[in-house]
C-alpha cells in the first residue's frame, strides 16, 4: 500500500529527507509554500507563520482516496489542525471530519462539513460536552 501512496519503503534515511523537501518546495534554493517564498510570506504576514500548500494539502488526500478508494472514507482530523481554512480546504477535496470536542464540532460545522461527514470520534467522559449544540459552548 505504501507505493499506492507514491512511498518507496527502500527509502534511505537521506532520500527520505530529500523527498520532504521536495514536497515542501526547497532543493537548491528559498524556501516556498505553494510556489511563494517563505521569507516573503513571513515580510508579509508576521512570524511565526503557519503556511500551508492547500494544492500540496488537496493532492494528498487524493492520493490516500486513489489508493484506498471507496472502501474508506477519509477523515480529516481537527485535532491535528483546527484551522477553518485548512477544513474548508479538506471538504472540498471530499474529506470527512474527525472531530472529539464540541469546540472542533463548531469548526467543522463552520467550514461547511455537513453532519453525515462528520465523525465524533471521543472520550466517553467528554460526551456530555461534545453532545452539546457548538452554539452551547463557552
Not at 14 to 30: E, F
Not at 37 to 60: H, I, K, N
Not at 77 to 86: D, E, I, T
Request: aromatic letters at 8%; glycine letters at 10%; charged letters at 20%.
Amino acid at each position: 500500500l505504501p507505493h499506492r501512496l507514491g512511498y518507496d519503503l527502500r527509502m534511505t534515511a537521506r532520500s527520505a529527507r530529500d523527498a520532504a523537501l521536495d514536497t515542501l518546495g526547497y532543493r537548491h534554493g528559498p524556501l516556498t509554500v505553494g510556489g511563494r517564498d517563505a521569507r516573503q510570506l513571513v515580510e508579509q504576514f508576521g512570524s511565526p507563520l503557519f503556511a500551508y500548500d492547500a494544492s500540496a494539502f488537496r493532492g494528498r488526500i487524493a492520493a490516500v482516496r486513489g489508493a484506498f478508494g471507496d472502501r474508506v472514507q477519509v477523515l480529516f482530523a481537527l485535532k491535528a489542525n483546527p484551522s477553518l481554512a485548512l477544513c474548508g480546504v479538506a471538504m472540498r477535496a471530499g474529506a470527512g471530519a474527525e472531530v472529539s470536542s464540541a469546540g472542533e464540532l463548531a469548526i467543522a460545522t463552520a467550514a461547511g462539513f455537513d453532519a453525515a461527514s462528520i465523525v465524533v470520534g471521543f472520550i466517553p467522559m467528554l460526551w456530555n460536552r461534545i453532545s452539546r449544540s457548538p452554539s452551547d459552548t463557552p
